[in-house]
């Protein structure tokens, strides 16, 4: 199931199912209240348990983890309650933690080689920042010296060395898979651990088309999704939207982002892949959003579609632990 996290299964799974270590998300709703910290270090632990990572890069994550944690009481506003006893039912803040592949620059050498890095998102429900601008990404967050707040990010600035950052995203857990973001940071994984080198999930062509889609529509996207796979060929093509089309062919998917740049990645991060789409997706609404303000006029037929209305397990799901 989703969430699992290090084992050493053979990954023959869907992405969903798939566990950490073989590309798959590890994922725990947060509590609302003054717990949510001491949850997210928890979380941490658990999620990289029996990895064998140093205590040191685990120190630093559940730091980290914790002062993000910590924000998401800065963004309770579009937390939706119902059922008996008025419980959350979506829109509440998120635990997640992936793995990435990464390319890095030997600074002596000059050479590029790969690894891998661990992310951690912490989603919450609100797209806006509470100070009004979005906080920058990579930088360290200015407080000043006499200021007794306004040090987490800072604090997660200096941590990561920079590798942190925020993107609009979507809900994993919930009955609706709300909008809003997710505020990250990476730790490189040494390579000297096994996890630099697990073998991952690697669906390709129009397998991977299929894994791409179902992820997407259980992130709330279903409605536009149009799957193409080439008669014959392995290029396959999926519609997310009027203006998102994303591609796979063999071992390469790679989609046009909003700015018109292409991004690109292999088959082996379709965890991280469909992070972007989405971070794609909800860039494009934003912005939609913003020229209908200004053209109210606009049809409503170019907006992308965004399905908030796909179903869900039931809502005792913030029960489990
Ligand atoms: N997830 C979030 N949603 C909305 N606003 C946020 C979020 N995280 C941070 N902010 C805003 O950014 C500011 C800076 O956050 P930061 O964690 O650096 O400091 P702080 O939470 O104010 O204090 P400290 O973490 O030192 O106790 C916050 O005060 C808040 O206004
Ligand atoms: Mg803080």
Known sequence: MAGVAFDDRVPKVSLAQASVRAGGCFMRPLPLDGTCASAARSFFREAVAGAGLPGDLIHDGVTMASELAANTLNAHGNIEYGGHGHRPVS??????????????????????????????????????????????????????????????????????????????????????????????????????????????????????IEELAAALTDRGLGTGLVPVTEPGGELAVLSVSHKLTVWCQGQAVWWREPDGSYDRMLVTDLTEAVERIIAAHEDLVVAREGSRGAAASKSQDDLPPVNDAVGYPEPDLYGRW
């Open 91 to 208: 829109g509440i803040p998120e635990f997640w933690l992936y793995i990435r592949n990464i390319t890095v620059v030997d600074s002596n050498s000059a050479r590029c080689a790969s690894g891998r890095e661990l992310v951690c998102k912490i989603f919450d429900s609100e797209p806006g920042w509470d100070a009004g601008e979005p906080v920058p990404i990579g930088a360290a967050v200015p407080a000043g010296p006499d200021s007794v707040r306004g040090r987490g990010l800072q604090m997660v600035a200096g941590l990561s060395a920079g590798i942190w950052g925020h993107h609009l995203s979507r809900g994993r857990l919930g009955v609706w898979k709300v909008p809003g973001k997710a505020v990250w940071f990476s730790l490189r994984i040494p390579a000297t651990s096994e996890l630099a080198r697990s073998e991952r999930l690697a669906p390709r062509g129009a397998e991977a």
